[in-house]
């Protein structure tokens, strides 16, 4: 299997932190804390980013 090339995974990086952004927008501690949606969203988007970075 051909390996991706680096850009490919950097534009992963770059929609996931958009996602993050995105998903967090107007919400305090609190109420990120309390919405599992929410968290759940986030957590999944680090999770590519990582994924991405270790490549």
Known sequence: MPQRDVRAYLEDIQ????EIE???AGLDL???QSVR???SAVE????????ALRQ
């Open 15 to 18: 929609n996931s932190i958009r």
């Open 37 to 39: 949606q929410v968290r």
């Open 44 to 51: 999944r988007e680090f999770m590519i980013i990582g994924e």
């Open 22 to 24: 995105m998903s967090a």
């Open 30 to 32: 609190e109420t990120y």
